[in-house]
């Protein structure tokens, strides 16, 4: 009976052992980062979001490690970016400080281009950074492409609009006349402030023809299977705009006017991204090869549920501002506003140097570090869900 | 494969029986299932709201050794090779493919009270006890670290704490000849844990898995 236990003693003692050892080997919790899709390269194009540093400095609170979104989305890839073209102070030229860049997104960059030095060859004109890379060559299977644009049209159709009391609609005329008819734009002006608000909604869907059309032909139609493209975010919800609005409101008499007619022109610009964003996501379809991100709610979802998204401030721009600009707002110097400079001046009350770390903006209306991570962290999730990531 | 191989070998092989009766000592191995019935809470800020994760089913080896104090009562200590669990986002981030895998290896003792004579061949049994999964070397992928807000360069972790938890069990053995038995169980273990991602959010979860346990034993 003894020797039978023994060997009862024995064999369980073996089998346990054997069992526990399989599972031996530490407890730590590890990563592996390898995405689903071998991304080699991530190709950028758009406006000052994604700018990395056309002009020396990015359009954000500067620092080392202070990363934009797109830089953001091509690390969770292993990969970094740099900036394509450099601003001479006149023009853009290429980038010969540092070879091989892959980022054409330049501060400013519109779907339309109007300011000074317009043309048909600026690449402030977003399609024009896209054609510059297809007149390069084709994209590959390899390539994660990352494109924006449509929100400083959106700004500009917003200016031009509440401009029309002073200019007699001169501005507002000129920029609908990039895309739409005489007698479109005729009629609609001369129809009364229904229709005048409502053409708008009309060059915004063009505008989205227009941006879609010079993503096909230079991206898609070039071997492209990998595009990330954003739409409009809010931007009725940056301090730049909502300082406009504020100001919509003094001009109806302040009271109750004023609130309905802030609320009406809110309504109006959103009107407008909304068709531009709905006319963008009818073209795209289910193109299988495009993510195409919902930056206008996740934008707003943002600042409208800041504790949920970890932001502590959502309103006020985080670096200071510097000046006052020729239509009456804030200006804001980039150069100078980087990190170590916020950490060392936190506003009347606050202490501590991370004061700005959460805030959402860094001017009045781009994003803060964090506020890139946030972006960053939405259009990971489509990757992901495409299975890209 | 291998288990459902030596389980019909075993079904096939005949002899007499006394196989559980006092004092015998069964040591057993076979294979199982584990079904993680999950309800997770929304992870904590900052986050998408109403993030929430999944616990995907997993097989493999397990073993133990059953004793007998008396013809009817018996107590089982069975361990298992590690589970590889696969979790994958639900709520806000379901459909984001795997978000990481993670090692479950359950540790369970029961007090077993089996139905029938000693000597015969087919033997329902009820057991109760509790059961320890000890969760570790989980590995995160990068879609966890992209939703995160993780990179490359310092990719998001997930841990998840090991727990104890009660367990449950209905099953029956087939003695096939002496020394020689089958068997097959359903247990279920009442199981809470929580998940915490280095970037600092975390999340409670149940478990609650369903273990379905075949096996083949020895008396020696």
């Known amino acids: ?389 | 494969m291998k288990t459902k191989f030596l389980f019909a070998a075993v079904l096939l092989a005949s002899g007499g029986a006394f196989a559980q009766s006092a004092g015998s000592f069964i040591v057993h191995a076979g294979g199982a299932q584990v079904s993680p019935d999950v309800d997770s809470t929304d992870l904590t800020v900052p986050s998408f709201v109403g993030t929430r994760f999944d616990v995907k089913k997993a097989s493999a080896f397990v073993g133990g050794v059953t004793y007998f104090t008396g013809d009817h009562l018996s107590f089982d200590l069975s361990v298992a090779a590690p589970f590889k669990h696969d979790v994958v986002g639900a709520g806000a981030i379901a459909g984001t493919g795997r978000l990481a895998t993670v090692k479950s290896q359950p540790i369970s003792l029961l007090a077993q009270y089996r139905f029938g004579e000693a000597s015969s061949s087919f033997r329902p049994f009820v057991g109760a006890g509790v059961t320890y999964h000890h969760l570790s070397r989980s590995k995160a992928t990068a879609a966890l670290s992209g939703i995160s807000g993780g990179t490359a360069a310092m990719p998001t972790t997930l841990a998840m704490k090991s727990r104890l938890g009660p367990t449950v069990e209905v099953g029956a053995a087939y003695n096939v000849t002496r020394d020689w038995s089958a068997s097959v169980s359903v247990g279920k273990t009442l199981l809470k844990t929580t998940g915490t991602l280095s970037t600092g959010q975390s999340f409670e979860t149940s478990l609650d898995p369903v273990t379905i346990k075949f096996g083949i034993g020895y008396r020696f």
């Not at chain 1, 991530?42 to 609170?61: P, R």
């Not at chain 1, 054409?104 to 510059?132: C, D, H, K």
Request: aromatic fraction near 10%.
């Open chain 1, 1 to 389: 009976m003894t020797s039978q236990l023994n060997r009862v003693a024995a064999a369980s003692a073996a089998l346990l052992a054997g069992l526990l050892l399989a599972a031996c080997g530490g407890g730590g919790s590890t990563a592996d980062t390898t995405p689903q899709v071998k991304i080699t390269s991530v190709k950028v194009f758009g406006d000052s979001i994604q700018d990395s540093g056309t002009f020396g400095y990015k359009f954000t609170v500067q620092g080392a490690d202070n990363l934009i979104y797109a830089e953001r989305i091509a690390a969770n890839y292993g990969l970094a970016l740099c900036n394509f073209y450099s601003f001479t102070g006149t023009t853009f030229v290429a980038n010969t400080a540092k070879a091989g860049c892959t980022n054409f997104s330049i501060g400013g960059g519109r779907i339309t281009y109007t300011g000074a030095g317009a043309g048909p060859t600026n690449p402030l004109n977003v399609g024009v950074q896209l054609a510059t890379h297809a007149s390069l060559g084709s994209f590959a299977a390899t390539d994660l492409v990352i494109i924006d644009g449509g929100g400083n049209d959106a700004a500009d159709l917003v200016g031009a609009y509440l401009n029309i009391p002073r200019d007699t609609a001169a501005a507002y005329s000129a920029l609908l006349g990039t895309l739409l008819t005489p007698t479109q734009i005729g009629t609609a002006l001369g129809g009364g402030a229904t229709t005048t608000a409502q053409i708008g909604a009309t060059y915004m869907t063009a505008l989205a023809d227009k941006f879609y059309n010079a993503i096909k032909a230079n991206v898609l139609d070039k071997g492209a299977t990998h595009v990330v493209v954003l739409n409009i975010p809010d931007i009725t919800y940056t301090p730049r705009f909502q300082t406009v609005l504020d100001s919509v409101a003094l001009a109806s008499g302040g009271g109750t006017a004023g609130a309905t007619a802030r609320a009406q022109a809110q309504a109006t610009f959103q009107g407008w991204m909304t068709a531009y964003n709905t006319q963008l996501a009818a073209k795209f379809g289910n193109d299988e090869r495009v993510a195409l991100i919902d930056f206008y709610k996740g934008f707003q979802d943002r600042v409208n549920n800041p504790a949920q998204y970890g932001l502590t401030n959502v309103k006020d721009p985080a670096c200071p501002r510097t000046g006052v600009g020729a239509d009456g707002l804030p200006t804001y110097t980039f150069p100078t506003c980087t990190a170590a400079a916020l950490s060392a001046a936190p506003p009347v009350g606050v202490t501590g140097t991370d004061w700005w770390q959460r805030y959402a903006f860094s001017d009045g209306f781009h994003p803060t570090p964090y506020l890139h991570q946030l972006t960053q962290q939405l259009i990971a999730k489509s990757l992901a869900a495409k299975g890209w990531l």
